[in-house]
């Protein structure tokens, strides 16, 4: 008889962003002329750096004769993106070497799959409101347990972060293998300083643990003390894996394409062996992933160019500028925001206690402007709701004027 992972069906059936778009498409047909303004989904709205741009051309214009097409590429990516990316984090005064980076087609794929490599048993710790992918795809490894009445999943431990600890997590209270992190944050925008980050790696070198670290947002950090990689910090080479895409950085959300960093030093132990997980994930990548492709693979090395770095930081100054924007108008408007200063979402607490969805109701209804609830991020972010910078200026202005 055929059975499924069952694990499939004890996943929420409605995703967040369908409840959203429900609620929008609902309240436009009774109010066919509102003007509203989508803050919600993180989608970016600048087109691809020329730098990108003229660098893919090229490779199409490769892919077009026999002497210069290329077929399928290394899985693990091409030697001219990883040693572009090594040099960089040397540049920047971190030890990473090509063949400890593995190309991909984005952030989601790779923090979503990599619980492959990982057994059954680890127990997971997360910070809460989260990324959703690190839980569902717990759920779906079987690694969750259930989903309680609180939101929570009895086998997951959850790291609060609120305004009352100034969305620094505070370390599990029970030993955990694995912990995911995100910095700058998704969907708070806040982040950690290096102090406050190396609590974290020194933990799980003395748990035997391994840190999850998503920088997805890293080209968005502006103040100095906050770490640009994870691997910064002493002892992390040993701890931990680090998460990077283009899709903010460069506007490739729908181009598709990241990387993993997975230093040799990261070992788990079986059987009194040590097992390398850089040599597990190359195992994985080369059985269920074929590669980047080469055009996309061209245009992301070309970010490393000297016009390509200007236009990213133009990109990133652009998105910083509407939080800026929206950030401004709130606290203007008596409203108690977060984030928004190293990252390009806005967490604002919701006024007199309502709830996430109700003031999504109220912003959406009276204000015209669709943002995301905190709520459907995980328990903590109930009392919260999410403003996204990604979108155009004309269109951050015109939502904050309306505050
Ligand atoms: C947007 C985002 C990513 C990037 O995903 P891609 O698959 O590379 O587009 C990764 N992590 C977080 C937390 C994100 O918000």
Redesign the pocket.
Known sequence: MLKVNNNFLKLAGSYLFTEIAHRVADYKAANPQAPVIKMGI?DVTLPLPKASILAMQKAISEMAHKDSFRGYGPEQGYDFLRNAIAEDYKMNGVQVEADEIFISD????D?GNIGDILSKDCKVALTDPV?PVYVDTNVMAGRAGELQANGMWSNIVYMPCTKDNGFVPSLPKEQVDVIYL?FPN?PTGTTLTKSQLQVFVDYALKNNALILF?A?YECFITEKDVPHSIFELPGARQCAIE?R?Y??MAGF?GTRC?YTVIPKDVVAEEDGQKVSLNKLWLRRQCTKFNGTPYIVQRGAAALYTSEGRQQVRQMADYYLENARIIREALIKAGYEVFGGVNGPYVWAATPNGQSSWDFFDYLLKEKNIVTTPGVGFGPSGEGYIRLSALGSRENTIEAMSRF
């Not at 984005?106 to 794929?109: F, N, P, T, V």
Request: charged letters at 20%; glycine letters at 18%.
């Open positions: 993180g984005g952030a989601k794929s923090t990324y995100c998704n998503d997805a998460f895409s899709s903010k959300t990241g």
